[in-house]
């Protein structure tokens, strides 16, 4: 495995290629889609429980406040926006925050619990991916009133897109329901999935985007809280069936998305492989200075997730930097730090 010492040099020598004279972004713009990993605040304005929008969440955040990110402090995408050169985050867009000029530079549509399949996100009261795409929609008619239509146009066209969702169809509704495990194989939900992503990414095509970037499933059977859940009772180690159908899926995605940039032309689409860099810190903490990585710092560290995750939960700890996962299914400030580096890494063609 590539130390931590190696990724931050190499993210180092990245950044020095980045640079820019005038200290302007890298891009015009970042807009972001998809679900609680890179939800920023969307869910803090809907009538759903899956919120994060109270302590301890955000407690090390730069506020020290909760924000409604599912982390105790920033996400991957946080960190993306920094190293893209923004002075500031993309704003939640039913937040109050995204108005004026604060929106030129892009926003985020993302809605923890929502995924490529549509239902999962109405099960939870969130927002679907069509109704993120409407939102974007909305945006650009506002860029191109402030700006007009040419400077918009090169907003849309340089600005990066990052779309971040699959988990939550798989964990949050395929395994626990029925009504879907029992009427679809795990190889054949992928293959509705990727219907729907590549619907999505021909639509932001056709709306102008073409710098694009998927992140590929984390390892779902090694997440605590799928571990619990799905796992065998007493078994600590990462559950394989869940495992396999995330590698499965993640090479189709990859297949997908080969297709995908061969029939639209001018596109820039990357996977970011989402899955390796964090299974190995899940396998090989110590490498890059974390010490525990099957339990999670809120409360006991099995399936804590939004309201489980709260003020009250016992036993939450003091220093999360040790911790790989900050609840049951998400990574801590410190592991997305890490995730984000490895991302940056793999998507410089986004900017090239």
Excluded at 103 to 109: A, K
Excluded at 280 to 308: N, Y
Aim: some cysteine.
């Amino acid at each position: 495995m590539v130390s931590r010492i190696c990724v931050l040099g190499a993210f180092a020598v990245v950044s020095m290629v980045l640079s820019v004279v005038d200290g302007d972004p890298v891009v015009p713009a970042l807009s972001i889609f998809g679900d609680s990993v890179v939800d920023v605040g969307n869910n803090n304005n809907l009538r759903t429980f899956i919120k994060a929008n109270f302590l301890p969440y955000g407690r090390d955040y730069i506020t020290h406040a909760p924000t409604g990110r599912f982390c105790n402090g920033k996400l991957a995408t946080d960190f993306t926006a920094e190293y893209l050169g923004f002075s500031s985050y993309p704003p939640a867009y039913l937040s109050k925050e995204a108005t004026g000029n604060r929106i030129l530079t892009g926003v985020n549509f993302a809605s923890a619990a929502s995924g490529y399949y549509d239902t999962t996100a109405k099960l939870y009261r969130a927002v679907t991916l069509t109704q993120q795409l409407q939102y974007y929609k909305e945006w650009q008619s506002k860029v191109v009133n402030m700006v007009g239509r040419s400077k918009a146009d090169a907003i849309f066209s340089g600005g990066i897109h990052l779309l971040s969702a699959g988990s939550s169809d798989f964990i949050q509704n395929y395994y626990i329901n029925p009504f879907l495990n029992k009427r679809y194989s795990p190889d054949k939900f992928s293959d509705i999935l990727l219907k729907s992503y590549t619907s999505f990414i021909q639509n932001l095509y056709g709306l102008g985007a073409r710098r694009i970037g998927v992140t590929s499933l984390p390892p779902l059977g090694c997440l605590p809280g799928a571990i619990t859940l799905f796992g065998k009772s007493g078994s600590n180690g990462c559950v394989t069936r869940l495992d396999n159908d995330t590698v499965s899926f993640n090479r189709k995605l990859n297949t997908t998305s080969e297709n995908l940039k061969a029939s639209l032309g001018g596109l820039k689409l990357v996977v970011f492989d989402i899955y390796q860099p964090l299974l190995d810190l899940i396998s090989h903490p110590s490498d890059t200075g974390f010490f525990e990585a099957r339990k999670a710092c809120c409360g006991t560290g099995i399936v804590e997730t939004s309201i489980l995750c709260n003020a009250r939960a016992r036993g939450t700890c003091s220093n999360a930097t040790g911790y790989v996962f900050w609840d049951g299914f998400h990574p801590s400030e410190a592991a997305n730090e890490i995730l984000a580096e490895a991302l940056l890494l793999q998507g410089f063609q986004l900017i090239s």
